[in-house]
């Protein structure tokens, strides 16, 4: 948990398995924006592999693995047209952040890549994923609801709603 500049909000640069721990910052890393288009055809590449990353995966090693998107508490943002792959850790976290857009994205890690789930949800609200394609080695899609620690010191509890599914 870092404090605001003025000392009176603090937020996280990250967090690991949902609980704010230390944690190395993501690629595309958002807190607190709104109205984000990020498109385009380019390749997010996180390089990582066996030899380094992917070697203790569960290890804090001065901090844990970095996500390749972050967004913490972000509102009207789409992600769209590009490729992100290599992850460290999880790929796309958007993290009580609101009415999201994920449109024709590749999101790409090897099969046996340890815990490098392609997008989790946690703890937010209107989220829409169309034309994404998974290959990697974890969940394609983990929607998550947040850990209890975070909605017991935060006094927020059951943000996620799934209306519909489509398969």
Known sequence: MIQSYDETAEYNLGSWEGNPLDIFTSMITGI??????????GILDGNATFQDWWEDDRAKIIAFRP?????????????????????????????????????DLKVLNPKDSPNTDGLDPES???????????S?????????????????????FGRIAVDEVDV
């Not at 913490?72 to 992850?87: F, R, W």
């Not at 969940?139 to 017991?152: N, W």
């Open 32 to 41: 607190h924006v709104s109205n984000v288009v990020i498109t385009g055809e």
């Open 67 to 103: 996500r390749m998107v972050f967004l913490n508490h972000c509102d009207h943002v789409v992600l769209h047209g590009v490729t992100v792959q290599n992850s460290p850790s999880w790929n796309i976290h958007p993290y009580f952040s609101d009415h999201l857009r994920f449109f």
């Open 124 to 134: 937010c609200q209107d989220v829409e994923i169309a034309g994404v394609y998974f």
């Open 136 to 156: 990697l080695g974890d969940d394609c899609i983990a929607v998550k609801s947040g850990k209890i620690y975070t909605g017991e010191n935060k006094n927020i």
